[in-house]
């Protein structure tokens, strides 16, 4: 069972920059991926990114180039360094885990299905 908790969120004027973090307790291993994804009212929940047990990373055309998502193993610590953020980036942003097999391929599409998330966020955006 993994306990995940976000922090970081807040309010930031287009153009700026957040970085989300969020830690985790329970048991993983090499098989688990992390990821990111994001619900704006309204709207159905998107991946913003994710990251395998070998560090490899994928993400949406909506935010490649913008986001980072970076894992400390010995911190239990996730991060996502998002730049350039529009109003559109505004949501409740959450972090995800879950064991997945495989090549990393386009599976950050899986992150909003993933069992293990937490509480959740808040990223605003202005204009």
């Known amino acids: 069972q993994l306990h995940l908790e976000e922090s970081g969120g807040g309010s930031v004027q287009a153009g700026g920059s957040l970085t989300l973090t969020c830690t985790w307790s329970?048991?993983?291993?090499?098989?688990?991926?992390f990821g990111w994804f994001r619900q704006a009212p309204g709207k159905e929940r998107e991946a913003v990114a994710i990251?395998?047990?070998?560090?490899?990373?994928n993400y949406p055309d909506s935010v490649k180039g913008r986001f980072t998502i970076s894992k400390n193993n010995a911190a239990n610590s996730l991060s996502l360094q998002m730049n350039s953020l529009n109003p559109e980036d505004t949501a409740m942003y959450y972090c995800?885990?879950?064991?997945?097999?495989?090549?990393?391929?386009?599976?950050?599409?899986?992150?909003?299905?993933?069992?293990?998330r937490g509480q959740g966020t808040q990223v605003t955006v202005s204009s």
């Open positions: 995800a885990a879950d064991r997945v097999l495989g090549p990393i391929g386009t599976k950050y599409e899986l992150v909003p299905h993933f069992d293990y």
């Open positions: 329970g048991y993983t291993d090499v098989n688990y991926c």
């Open positions: 990251i395998d047990g070998h560090g490899a990373t």
